[in-house]
T-cell receptor
Framework: LAKTTQPISMDSYEGQEVNITCSHNNIATNDYITWYQQFPSQGPRFIIQGYKTKVTNEVASLFIPADRKSSTLSLPRVSLSDTAVYYCLVGVSRFSGGYNKLIFGAGTRLAVHP | NAGVTQTPKFQVLKTGQSMTLQCAQDMNHNSMYWYRQDPGMGLRLIYYSASEGTTDKGEVPNGYNVSRLNKREFSLRLESAAPSQTSVYFC????????FGPGTRLTVL
């Protein structure tokens, strides 16, 4: 599984857009990029997944350049409740048919201030 | 629909004691997983079960055993607890993305 590198921490303010970039230089051809969010004292929660270009859902956007060696999670207009740890993972698709072995790094601690 | 449930929520053990962490899911998922998370760290995979009747080691299996009792339940056993096993333990299940339980906070003295 490809190793990922992301910033240890980030700070933002309410209402701002936050972009968290993840590097995955050794991504394989069939690897997808997945982001999870974890609040204190809770298990991680799936946010978004993509393979290339741009993916958007109700909570975030994921931008993936053509070489796929990096990706950027974009959170529009963050609020205090977006304070959490965000994990970037690279591996098989969530639609691979069930089993997927995830390798979590240390993640990015996002702190949103009033 | 409770999702993934774990018991107990908290546990304190003495070195050498044994215990079993229970996990159940009601989403009819095939795959289930056990992770541990140490303070300030990401999750590390202990064991997983790709489908009912199969189990395999993850990154950090030493000191643990698992049982996939049926499709719903996947338990994690510590035979002889050690202080290094103090951690928060998460169970997850998946058919697509992984759904995580609330965690068990284990302290080994």
């Amino acid at each position: 599984l490809a190793k990922t590198t992301q910033p240890i921490s980030m700070d933002s303010y309410e209402g701002q857009e936050v972009n968290i970039t993840c590097s995955h230089n050794n991504i394989a051809t069939n690897d997808y990029i997945t982001w999870y969010q974890q609040f204190p004292s809770q298990g991680p929660r799936f946010i978004i997944q993509g393979y290339k270009t741009k993916v958007t859902n109700e909570v975030a956007s994921l931008f993936i350049p053509a070489d796929r060696k990096s990706s950027t999670l974009s959170l529009p207009r963050v609020s205090l409740s977006d304070t959490a740890v965000y994990y970037c993972l690279v591996g098989v698709s969530r639609f691979s048919g069930g089993y997927n072995k995830l390798i979590f790094g240390a993640g990015t601690r996002l702190a949103v201030h009033p | 629909n409770a999702g993934v449930t774990q018991t107990p929520k908290f546990q304190v053990l003495k070195t050498g004691q044994s215990m079993t962490l229970q996990c159940a899911q009601d989403m009819n998922h095939n795959s289930m997983y056990w992770y541990r998370q140490d303070p300030g760290m990401g999750l590390r995979l202990i064991y997983y079960s790709a489908s009912e009747g199969t189990t395999d080691k993850g990154e950090v299996p030493n000191g643990y055993n698992v049982s996939r009792l049926n499709k719903r339940e996947f338990s994690l056993r510590l035979e002889s607890a050690a202080p290094s096993q103090t951690s928060v333990y998460f169970c997850a299940s998946s058919d697509n993305e992984q759904f995580f339980g609330p965690g068990t906070r284990l302290t080994v003295l």
